[in-house]
């Protein structure tokens, strides 16, 4: 797979696309059954699904130690496409996920691990640690982040206080039970 930022960028900006679900698929299938991931697996769980990400992070320019302006990273925002390639559940702050049944749960990392790709956000496991609606989510206890390109800060200079930037990525999310 091209992880070069400009390869990174058409496809988050494809992420409206139908088809960018089943075109993750292809590029994964082969990457993700060969890597095991660092992270630990919670005892007696259960695979609910397993779905592709597009999206982007998005950073904030703030000041920080030494009064000296850094990207803060604020929130996720993607789309996650199930195994037909359809747009099923988008991901936003919180962190949070919201299937199109309505269910929406709210998690909170317990644990992570380094991304296999350079220059990659980190691969992780939250905890759900609230639930809403009856649907595809009500049932989830964890979600593991594996399989990250992308995502780190902007590489563009941050210049001025509360600009925002955002960085395009793609990832496996797994739910379980």
Same mark, same amino acid.
């Given at each position: 797979?091209?992880?070069?930022?400009?390869?990174?960028?058409?496809?988050?900006?494809?992420?409206?696309?139908?088809?960018?679900?089943?075109?993750?698929?292809?590029?994964?299938?082969?990457?993700?059954? /060969? %890597?095991?991931?660092?992270?630990?697996?919670?005892?007696?769980?259960?695979?609910?699904?397993?779905?592709?990400?597009?999206?982007?992070?998005? *950073?904030?320019?703030?000041?920080?130690?030494?009064?000296?302006?850094?990207?803060?990273?604020?929130?996720?925002?993607?789309? +996650?496409?199930?195994?037909?390639?359809?747009?099923?559940?988008?991901?936003?702050?919180?962190?949070?996920?919201?299937?199109?049944?309505?269910?929406?749960?709210?998690?909170?990392?317990?644990?992570?691990?380094?991304?296999?790709?350079? /220059?990659?956000?980190?691969? +992780?496991?939250?905890?759900?640690?609230?639930?809403?609606?009856?649907?595809?989510?009500?049932?989830?206890?964890?979600?593991?982040?594996?399989? %990250?390109?992308?995502?780190?800060?902007?590489?563009?200079?941050? %210049?001025? /206080?509360?600009? %925002?930037?955002?960085?395009? *990525?793609?990832?496996? *999310?797994?739910?379980?039970?």
């Amino acid at each position: 797979m091209n992880t070069s930022p400009t390869s990174l960028r058409r496809l988050a900006a494809a992420g409206t696309a139908g088809s960018l679900g089943l075109a993750l698929a292809a590029l994964w299938a082969p990457a993700h059954a /060969e %890597t095991a991931p660092l992270l630990p697996v919670p005892p007696q769980s259960q695979q609910v699904a397993s779905m592709n990400a597009s999206g982007v992070q998005v *950073y904030s320019c703030e000041y920080g130690e030494g009064h000296r302006l850094g990207w803060v990273f604020k929130h996720p925002q993607a789309t +996650l496409y199930d195994g037909s390639g359809r747009a099923s559940i988008r991901h936003g702050a919180g962190p949070s996920w919201e299937a199109d049944d309505g269910s929406r749960i709210v998690g909170h990392v317990i644990a992570q691990a380094p991304a296999a790709a350079a /220059e990659s956000i980190a691969q +992780l496991l939250l905890e759900t640690k609230s639930v809403a609606g009856a649907g595809t989510l009500s049932e989830v206890r964890y979600v593991e982040r594996l399989d %990250t390109v992308g995502g780190m800060m902007p590489r563009e200079a941050c %210049t001025a /206080e509360h600009q %925002t930037g955002s960085s395009p *990525y793609v990832a496996r *999310y797994v739910f379980l039970k």
